[in-house]
């Protein structure tokens, strides 16, 4: 539940960009459905969305771009 609140707490404003931290991290199957829903319900409203992530399904089912951190730098995935 704590992660359900911190994700409504950060989109309660309507910001354009959010930035979130393994927000599939801890919610169960139903959770993560419904989470990975709205979060492409705000993609498809132009919202902009960083999302960090060690989670290879949730970064090809949300993410345009992707970046990989190795040993300190950033490198283009695609």
Do not use: W
């Not at 927000?23 to 169960?28: I, R, V, Y």
């Not at 199957?29 to 132009?46: F, I, N, P, Q, S």
């Amino acid at each position: 539940m704590r992660q359900r609140l911190g994700f409504a707490q950060a989109i309660m404003e309507n910001p354009d960009l959010l930035i979130l931290d393994e927000p599939m991290n801890g919610l169960d199957k139903d959770g993560v459905g419904e989470m990975r829903k709205y979060l492409l319900d705000l993609k498809a409203l132009g919202k902009t969305i960083l999302n960090a992530s060690h989670s290879a399904e949730d970064i090809d089912v949300l993410c345009d771009s992707v970046m990989e951190m190795d040993k300190g730098r950033m490198g283009k995935i695609r």
